[in-house]
């Protein structure tokens, strides 16, 4: 079972992590250069569909694989504990990842213009950035980089 839970985040990391990269790389400089709140969308519209399947499978299998290393809970936050160090660091970069997410949903993206282009692009350069994080985060588990 844990080798399929393993598997399945990694995958789900991938598809999350790469599409977030492929997007503030390639396409929101074109978008920020032709001014095209259009293509920001469509990109959105077409990544959305296995973005956020993936996100909802790291999410299902990272707090199940976390639950595998600290069965308690409440010891996922006990920094006395060295293993509890990247399970924490990661629910706070899904925190913040989810911060970003509702404040794009609900407020950036309703108004997207061609005016305030520079707003959703820092969502997604922060997003970006907290999805490497969680990458790098998820390999300390096995280096010990957080212990």
Do not use: C
Not at 84 to 103: C, D, E
Request: net charge neutral.
């Amino acid at each position: 079972m844990y080798g399929i839970l393993l598997l399945l985040h990694l995958l789900s990391a991938t598809v999350w992590t790469g599409g977030h990269i492929v997007l503030a790389v390639v396409v929101l400089p074109r978008v920020l250069e032709e001014r095209s709140p259009e293509l920001l969308l469509a990109f959105e519209s077409v990544y959305e569909k296995i973005g956020m399947p993936a996100l909802i499978v790291q999410v299902l299998t990272g707090l199940l694989l976390a639950y595998r290393l600290v069965p308690d809970i409440g010891g996922w936050f006990t920094m006395a504990n060295p293993v509890s160090h990247p399970i924490a660091a990661k629910l706070i970069l899904l925190a913040l990842t989810a911060g970003f997410a509702v404040n794009a949903r609900f407020r950036v993206i309703p108004a997207l213009s061609k005016d305030n282009l520079e707003v959703m692009a820092g969502h997604i350069v922060a997003v970006t950035v907290l999805s490497v994080l969680f990458v790098i985060v998820g390999v300390s588990f096995r280096t010990g980089w957080l212990y």
